[in-house]
């Protein structure tokens, strides 16, 4: 995960680098729900075609391959050589310790409920194993429609301006999930919820390579899972004591509060650090 920032960085220019962002995440998204397809028939197939007694270790070799087969390609990438004057390993300065305190502020917003959208589905609105599944399904559609529409949204509205729109949208979404009394429209507002974080993931990928030089880009992907990390092991741990005490309305309101916050640190300080980077139209 560390290198896959820095991979689509150095491969694409600032103009064409949030259409690859978005087109990477978006085609991760699609395989993993085909594998995850495919992954759940492959013993069963297996069994039947080769008779094999365990035909789980099979399909984990059969995984194995495919990783070894897609590490030809990736052999194959060329990728410019980073400057080695005055090169350092993490970046540092003002632009990235805004950037990281805002992300902490996000990670805390979404790390709250993502870990038990199935007990909150199963337990408060008393939903089946299968909607709960299509509920899961769906929201990957609506993700990689939102992946592949935010960089026309960011063109739209401006770098720092979107993604701090679709931060704060990403808190209505759990504001309507915390209201929703009926499992039709839970899972319309958890498609939503699901589909708006995932939206603001290529301009704030694109943002963080953009702003750090290229030698550093490894060290500042570091970073930025580290916080993500943190944050999201913080928030899973407060949370799941907070839904026994308070529920889960008061946790999702709570979340919901935190993604706007983070909305508007994002625009106040990283837009301020952004614009002195870079032009006033990216803010």
Known sequence: ???????????????????????????????????????????????????????????????????????????????????????????????????LICLGFWSVAVGAFNPFFNAFFAERLRMSVERIGVAFAFSHAGQVVALLSAPLILRWLGQV??????????????????????????????VGYMSLQYMSEPGVFSMLMSRVAPGERSGASALYLLVTSIGGSIAALAAGGAVVRFGYPSVLAASAVLAAVAALLFRALVGKQACRIDSATSC
Not at 167 to 187: D, R, V, W
């Open 1 to 99: 995960m560390v290198s896959f920032s820095p991979a689509v960085a150095a491969l694409t220019t600032e103009r064409n680098r949030q259409f690859a962002f978005s087109l990477a995440c978006s085609v991760g998204v699609c395989v993993g729900v085909l594998a995850g397809l495919a992954g759940g028939r492959l013993p069963g197939l297996l069994r039947s075609l080769i008779g094999s007694a365990d035909p789980n270790r099979m399909a984990l070799c059969v995984a194995a391959g495919i990783v070894a087969l897609a590490a030809l390609p990736a052999a194959r990438l060329r990728f410019p050589v980073a400057s080695r004057v005055d090169q350092k390993v993490y970046p540092r300065g003002r632009f990235l310790a805004a950037f």
């Open 161 to 190: 301006r979107g993604i701090a729109c679709m931060q704060f949208a990403t808190g209505m979404a759990l504001i309507c999930l915390a209201l929703s009394s009926s499992a039709g429209a839970a899972t319309l507002s958890y």
